[in-house]
């Protein structure tokens, strides 16, 4: 920079110099030659000294930076050094930890050596004594024979003799207490003998109410749904929790439970089976899972159309999944979601038809079943634990009133109450006595449930084929074998004595073990 200042400098002095000299007189223009000699040559000689200090200064630039670079470059290698060689200790360490690993791994596998030795030496001198004791049984019993002066045969046969004796003279005991007892229960007896031909009675609705059939493209399918040793239908009978009936009425099987949303379930799971045609318990497992969606969805479609149809659009959304729920619950054959439309549009009708706001009369006909979607789960009356979840769900007291009025488990006290009720006798149009039939029998259904629930390790439990069996399953690492026996025993004792029932009740523990693995 200093070199360009001065080379402008020289210019500058020659332009003045050329200018000077046009604009002077003759005489001037020679002093200013010199005068413009003399500055040039300052000029120049200003410029040299310029040059020689920016040189001077270049080099020293050049110096210090090769410096610089040259204690970087020690930096570094020392940085390198330093970890080449903690690198180094921490290889030493590790074949360290190494090398004692495998001593102290030679040290047990010679104990484990020396072990096996004493145990075969313990295992070859209990072999012995085990043959001295057997010798010396042997020994004992023939001396025994000789003291008693009779075989081991001999004794057996008269042993078996006095217990024949005594056997005999406690069953005569037996059967006298027997026919005694049975002359004082007399009455008990006839009474059962009663519930048993009224269940006979109702046994066609009974049937109708519990049971799906599914058609089936030919009788050889029956075989791969039973599978081997009867595995498919087991598996399909513990998840879903029906009974899968497979019998010589050709072409079809029969799906049988008292639950209505459990029901739907198996014959959905049975039905995408026997269109995919692969019938194994895992693929069993599979279907059931989706028929579980597929059946939710259309509990929830359901419960919207239903609210859709009556032209009510602000129900809670879990009032809306339990109204859905009545599609799968009938009442002696009519399907109570339409029972439930039907009482909606005629309470609406009948309102304003006296000239009142038929909205709440369509509401409040609508949900008055809405208990009989969760009476399998709750106890009580359907119109008094729909009235609760009416009431928990924000619906308005002149509704939650009317759902508990219409069988008169409270008294009706308005107009409103009383279209209700009038509208569920015209589009039930059944004997109301027939009602308490088809309660009991789910209800003693849900007992049966109720107690082998009641008892530890018990996983689930399905009351099937109408109440003749109950099926439970119950946890592997809780309940072993001889405790399942025991539950059981249990179970059936303690529903003898708190249950009235036709027939007899037969009780099934299963007990399963799964071990699982993948391969990747």
Avoid: W
């Avoid at 072990?115 to 030496?121: D, I, K, T």
């Avoid at 109204?323 to 109570?336: A, E, I, K, P």
């Avoid at 107009?415 to 006595?433: E, F, I, K, N, Y």
């Amino acid at each position: 920079m200093e070199v360009i200042i001065a080379v402008i400098a020289v210019v500058v002095g020659i332009a003045i110099g050329f200018v000077a000299v046009k604009t002077t007189n003759k005489s001037k223009m020679q002093n200013a030659v010199r005068e413009t000699e003399e500055l040039r040559k300052r000029a120049e000689s200003d410029a040299n000294d310029l040059i020689t200090s920016a040189k001077k200064k270049a080099e020293t630039y050049r110096k210090e930076a090769e410096i610089d670079a040259k204690d970087q470059a020690l930096r570094y290698k020392q940085q390198i050094e330093d970890e080449s060689k903690d690198r180094l200790r921490e290889v030493r360490s590790a074949e360290s930890r190494l090398t004692q690993r495998e001593e102290s791994i030679e040290r047990r596998i010679e104990s484990l050596d020396k072990r096996e030795s004493q145990l075969s030496a313990q295992q070859s001198k209990l072999d012995q004594r085990l043959h001295e004791v057997d010798e010396a049984k042997i020994e004992v019993t023939q001396k025994l024979e000789a003291v008693a002066g009779m075989s081991t045969q001999e004794v057996k046969e008269e042993l078996l003799d006095t217990i024949r004796d005594e056997v005999t003279h406690d069953s005569a005991a037996i059967i006298r207490e027997t026919e005694e007892r049975t002359k004082a229960e007399a009455d008990k007896r006839a009474r059962m003998i009663l519930s048993l031909a009224i269940q006979r009675v109702a046994a066609d609705h009974s049937s109708e109410n519990t049971v799906s059939t599914i058609n089936i493209p030919n009788d050889d399918l029956k075989g791969r749904i039973i599978g081997r040793e009867g595995r498919n239908i087991r598996s399909f009978e513990q998840l879903t929790g029906t009974t899968l009936i497979i019998d010589d009425t050709p072409e079809c099987v029969t799906i049988s439970c008292f639950d209505p949303v459990r029901r739907e379930i198996g014959r959905v799971t049975m039905e995408n089976l026997i269109a995919d045609g692969r019938i194994h318990p895992a693929r069993i497992e599979e279907m059931y899972e989706k028929a579980v969606k597929y059946v939710d969805d259309r509990i929830l479609k359901a419960g919207e159309q239903a609210a859709f149809e009556t032209g009510i659009h602000d129900l809670h959304p879990e009032v809306i999944r339990t109204l859905g729920r009545l599609l799968y619950r009938t009442s002696y054959g009519q399907n109570v979601l339409n029972h439930s439309l039907e009482v909606s549009y005629l309470a609406g009708a009948m309102a304003a038809e006296l000239g009142l706001d038929p909205v709440p009369a369509k509401r409040a006909g609508l949900l008055h079943d809405l208990g009989k979607a969760i009476d399998h789960e709750v106890d009580g009356s359907h119109a008094v634990i729909g009235a609760d979840l009416a009431k928990r769900f924000g619906e308005a007291e002149e509704i939650v009133h009317a759902i508990e009025a219409h069988h008169e488990d409270v008294e009706p006290n308005s107009v409103l109450d009383m279209l209700v009720q009038a509208a569920d006798a015209v589009s039930a149009a059944r004997p109301g006595a027939r009602k308490e039939t088809l309660d009991s029998y789910i209800k003693r259904l849900e007992k049966m449930e109720e107690i082998a629930n009641s008892y530890t390790g018990v996983e689930r439990t399905y009351a099937i084929q109408a109440g003749r069996e109950v099926r439970v399953m119950v946890k592997p690492d809780m309940i072993n074998d001889a405790e399942s026996v025991v539950l059981a025993h249990d179970i059936a004792h303690q529903i003898e004595d708190e249950m009235q029932y036709p027939g007899q009740v037969k009780v099934v523990v299963v007990r399963e073990s799964r071990a699982v693995d993948y391969a990747k």
